[in-house]
């Protein structure tokens, strides 16, 4: 049983920042890539950035130069360091982790609950 817990989310004045938090736990063999996606109301989810072991991070357009993520690979968590928020960018934030849970067996996805993220004045 593999688990995701976020944690960082809440209300934001735009301009300002929040930090989110995501940690993996459970039977994990290994990780291979960890990141978040974000769902706003009526729209599709999307990613947001993603961070594979080798180090290729991608980002949305939308959240370049503003949002950075980071891992803590002896922790299995991920971190989002999200700068000069929009409003545009309130949304739900999902941590996504594509996790081995043993030595034979093959990589799926696994997602958080979410957490809210609103940037308003």
């Known amino acids: 049983q593999v688990q995701l817990v976020e944690s960082g989310g809440g209300l934001v004045q735009p301009g300002g920042s929040l930090r989110l938090s995501c940690a993996a736990s459970?039977?994990?063999?290994?990780?291979?890539?960890m990141g978040w996606y974000r769902q706003a109301p009526g729209k599709q989810r999307e990613l947001v950035a993603l961070?594979?072991?080798?180090?290729?991070?991608n980002y949305a357009d939308s959240v370049k130069g503003r949002f950075t993520i980071s891992r803590d690979n002896a922790k299995n968590t991920v971190y989002l360091q999200m700068n000069s928020l929009k409003p545009e960018d309130t949304a739900v934030y999902y941590c996504?982790?594509?996790?081995?849970?043993?030595?034979?067996?093959?990589?799926?996805?696994?997602w958080g609950l979410g957490t809210q993220v609103t940037v308003s004045s």
């Open positions: 459970g039977s994990i063999f290994s990780i291979n890539a």
């Open positions: 996504y982790a594509i996790i081995k849970v043993g030595a034979t067996t093959t990589s799926r996805a696994y």
């Open positions: 961070l594979p072991n080798d180090g290729g991070t």
